[in-house]
């Protein structure tokens, strides 16, 4: 397994500004993921953060509004960005070390906006 | 597509006795992976105990044990001898090890499990 420690825990945010959160993970991984949960819903991923190239989103997610960086194997930054109110959610992180193998999670961003 | 089903929004359970969450999912692949994830009031998302689709004996850990039966494509968990701290919201996962979908999980809603004392 491996230790990943997301920053910040909580925040809250004025609509219309951006928050960058922070993603470390204590040895190098291949695959690193993020995911957004809505209050009292499931996981929804928002995309694949590619070492060295752009990240792979997924259907209804777009680079503009969560632009993602993972410039090594270690390290991953989501930004949030021109929040509204409909952002709220908690905001995770996540870890595969080898593609047949479970998923470990950061302790998750909660994000209000007001 | 792959989707997962978890039919049960909450369950509650007496401390000490034994509760199930089932959990359904449908895929056209034959190699694949089930998780079952525990996320606390705390946010943090643990791992509880996976099975590979190509093992034909189900996982068990500790209290913890499920039943899988692959051509009914059912994943169900079973906690025994429930305790305080088992209360927390269960998400059943799928993970596909080809193809397109290749590493991502498929989540369920959840189930909200609450242990009474």
């Known amino acids: 397994s491996a230790v990943i420690s997301q920053k910040p825990s909580r925040d809250i945010c004025q609509r219309g500004t951006s928050l960058t959160i922070q993603c470390q993970v204590d040895?190098?991984?291949?695959?690193m993921f993020w995911y957004r949960q809505q209050p009292g819903q499931s996981l929804t991923l928002i995309a694949t953060?590619?070492?060295?190239?752009?990240?792979?989103?997924e259907s209804g997610f777009v680079i503009d509004k969560f632009p993602i960086s993972r410039p090594n194997l270690t390290f991953s930054t989501l930004t949030v960005s021109n929040m509204s109110p409909e952002d709220s959610s908690i905001y995770l992180c996540?870890?595969?070390?080898?593609?047949?193998?479970?998923?470990?999670f950061g302790q998750g961003t909660r994000l209000t906006v007001v | 597509a792959q989707t997962v089903t978890q039919s049960q929004p909450e369950m509650s359970v007496q401390e000490a006795e034994t509760v199930t969450l089932s959990c359904t999912y449908d895929?056209?692949?034959?190699?694949?992976?089930l998780f079952w994830y525990k996320q606390p009031p705390s946010r943090q998302m643990i791992l509880v105990i996976r099975?590979?689709?190509?093992?034909?004996q189900n996982a068990t850990e500790n209290r913890f044990s499920v039943n899988f039966q692959k051509a009914a494509k059912s994943f169900s968990l079973k906690i025994s001898d429930s305790q305080l701290g088992d209360t927390a919201m269960y998400f059943c996962?799928?993970?596909?090890?080809?193809?397109?979908?290749?590493?991502?999980?498929?989540f369920g809603r959840g189930t909200q499990l609450t242990v009474w004392p």
């Open positions: 953060a590619n070492q060295g190239s752009e990240a792979t989103y």
């Open positions: 099975q590979e689709a190509y093992k034909q």
């Open positions: 996540s870890m595969k070390l080898t593609v047949n193998t479970e998923a470990f």
């Open positions: 895929t056209s692949e034959n190699n694949y992976y």
């Open positions: 040895s190098q991984v291949t695959m």
């Open positions: 996962a799928f993970i596909s090890d080809r193809g397109s979908t290749l590493g991502r999980l498929y």
